[in-house]
């Protein structure tokens, strides 16, 4: 089976679609009756083009993406639309790149808009926050996504989840019929597992932390992560506790920030909360480990990747009760409400003062958490492939 994928999300920074892309295809490609292809935005390979197989982001990456987002800056003030352009010019290669695939090759846009293909055609989509809630997105994506998308799901053969509340927000808004839409969970990977105090103390030392001795958030800083109740509640718990377990916040800046930020000022002064920025591949698995408790209190997840590597990580999980999120933790993390303040003061005061429940908690949550897998995961999308070809066939 051919299989064609757009991996130009795998070029900048691995946020959750670049995660997806790396992780899921690295499994598929283990099958031997599959041939992988990938669009990198030049041209099409057999290889990946990652980050590397240490799953590290190379400082030139970093440089590079870093010079992309100002090159993209000074566009918008003397080019129209820079966005579009590119979009045009993507489209363009990809068509010249992929024109001898052939109709049996099956495309698998992982990015939510397809490019040009005459073939059959596989789409997966995380989420509908830019429509479920546009006003935590920048206005230009949620008009392109507006304009875009409806094509784009009408013109797919079959469109993958991440999760039943996605599926439920995709038939919400698009009528989407059952039998086009498969959910296929997501997995942690390998590299979240819990490691010992003295691997700890080492990784640990260039942040300035102790393990089991602080509190951790993971995530692109955004609206929707709903940092400013977890500031709240955190700054409610006893001060003997913030002293002990600063909060640690590890994430690309996002967009909409300056609430977040105003109500962090309090925090900083004291020293409470650290906030790390982007943080690579191989240090947030350390992060995660030397946690004394994970808190995740996001308002909306397409299905929440960072709450599953905690508990991978054997680390007791505090997390927001919406939309996800219960499908992935169950019953083996704590669920509060995403408004509940007070809610999420008494988890935290829980896990931090009674380690007996929170060692309890992490072991809960880490058994859970090797009920998904990449593997399962690829299992169950080439078995998608393998039905719309059959059926592309069919009706041939």
Known sequence: MKVLVNSTALLAPLTGIGQY??????????????????FDGTGVSTKMRDSGAS??????????????????????????????????????SFEWHTRHMGADAIYHEPNFLPLPYRGPMVLTIYDLSCFDHPASHPIERVRMMEKELPKAIE??????????????????????????????YLAADARFQPRSTDVLQAALYAFNLVPSEYVLCVGTLEP?????????????????????????????K??????????????????ELRILGYVSDASVANLYSGAAAVCYPSRYEGFGLPALEAMASGVPV??????S??????????LIDPDDVLGFTEGLRQVLEDRVFAQALGLRGLARSKTFSWEKCATETLS????????RRGGS
């Open 318 to 323: 505090l997390c927001s009760n919406a939309t």
């Open 155 to 184: 013109r797919a053969d079959h469109v993958l989840v991440i999760s039943k509340a996605t599926q439920a927000s995709l038939q919400q808004w698009f009528a989407v019929p059952t039998h086009k839409i498969t959910n296929t």
């Open 224 to 252: 929707r992560k709903n940092l400013i109740t977890l500031f709240e509640a955190y700054s409610r718990l006893p001060a003997a506790l913030r002293k002990r377990y600063p909060l640690v916040l590890a994430g690309m």
């Open 384 to 391: 998608v492939y393998a039905q719309v070809l059959a059926q």
């Open 21 to 38: 892309i790396r992780h899921l295809f690295t499994a598929m490609s283990a099958h031997q009756s599959v041939e992988m292809h990938y």
């Open 254 to 271: 996002g967009w909409h920030t300056d609430a977040m930020m105003s109500s962090a000022q309090a925090l900083l002064a004291r020293q």
């Open 325 to 334: 999120l219960p499908e992935v933790v169950g019953s083996d993390g704590l």
């Open 55 to 92: 799953g590290q982001i190379t400082e030139n990456r970093m440089r590079g993406a870093r010079v992309a987002r100002q090159l993209y800056g000074l566009a918008k003030r003397w080019i129209p639309k820079p966005r579009s352009l590119r979009r045009m010019a993507e489209k363009a």
